[in-house]
């Protein structure tokens, strides 16, 4: 059987503003998906990925800012301090970067893919790619921190990215429709 790619689903796919749901136990389906995620991540020259990206609403995403990949399971924000605002990108949102105020120091909580429990103290890129990340969870895109000009500037390339989400789920949905009558 052929090995499963995941496509980084983009504007206008209703999985990215679904909120993930909490993994009640990790399973090897779960360590499977992640290895996917760190791959569709690097293979896009991403620095983050959340599983709703990839059309999954678990909370579990992959991380690596250049210092070791980061798998992790049901992520919990419990402290944040300092801000810094920088121009953020986004795999979901190609072409459209926005400038984001975000905590300059965060601490999160979360589970590796072995279930081992995590506390991450991050600060600066780490600390803004895990808020990216936890944002996606929640069904958040960068483009929601967006001032009415800088909307009004993206508007039309929103507008075009989710005319091309949806014909590419509605294409999905006409292959798998076609697979179940084999």
């Known amino acids: 059987m052929p090995e499963t790619v995941l496509k980084i689903k983009t504007f206008g796919a209703a999985s990215l503003r679904r909120r993930a749901k909490p993994v009640e136990e ?66 979901s949102v190609p072409g459209i970067c926005i400038k984001v105020k975000r905590a300059k120091k965060v601490m999160v909580c979360a589970k590796d893919e072995n279930g081992k429990p995590l506390t991450i103290e991050a600060q600066d890129l780490l600390a803004r790619v895990l808020q990216h990340e936890i944002d996606h969870l929640k069904g958040k895109l960068i483009i929601d921190y967006a001032s009415l000009l800088e909307r009004l500037k993206i508007n039309k390339k929103l507008k075009e990215l989710k005319i091309k989400s949806q014909d590419e789920e509605l294409s999905e949905s006409k292959t798998k429709s076609c697979q179940l009558q084999l």
């Open 26 to 91: 990790i399973t090897e389906y779960h360590r499977d998906i992640l290895s996917k995620m760190a791959r569709a991540m690097y293979e896009s020259s991403g620095v983050g990925l959340a599983a709703s990206q990839v059309g999954i609403d678990q909370d579990m995403i992959v991380m690596d800012i250049g210092s070791g990949l980061y798998k992790l399971i049901n992520l919990r924000l419990v402290k944040k301090e300092g801000q810094q605002i920088n121009l953020e990108g986004c795999l």
